[in-house]
């Protein structure tokens, strides 16, 4: 069974054209300038896909290690 969508992974290449173009803005707005990394530009496509509501898998969080006293 896949786990993203095909729908998903279209809006990951749509994201990537845009981040070639020089149109994919960071932040919120996209008032944090373009962005550079390919790595984020798939990042944003998923986020997008996330927000349409298609078959991706959910953030990965990291797992914080409790004290012991």
Do not use: F
């Not at 798939?42 to 298609?54: N, P, V, Y």
Request: proline letters at 1%; zero cysteines.
């Amino acid at each position: 069974m896949a786990k993203y969508s095909r729908s998903a992974g279209k809006d990951v290449a749509r994201a990537m054209k845009r981040k070639k173009k020089g149109k994919l803005k960071r932040g919120k707005g996209g008032k944090g300038g373009t962005v550079k990394s390919r790595k984020q530009a798939i990042a944003i496509g998923l986020s997008e896909a996330r927000k349409k509501g298609k078959k991706v898998p959910k953030k990965k969080t990291s797992k914080k290690k409790k004290k012991k006293s």
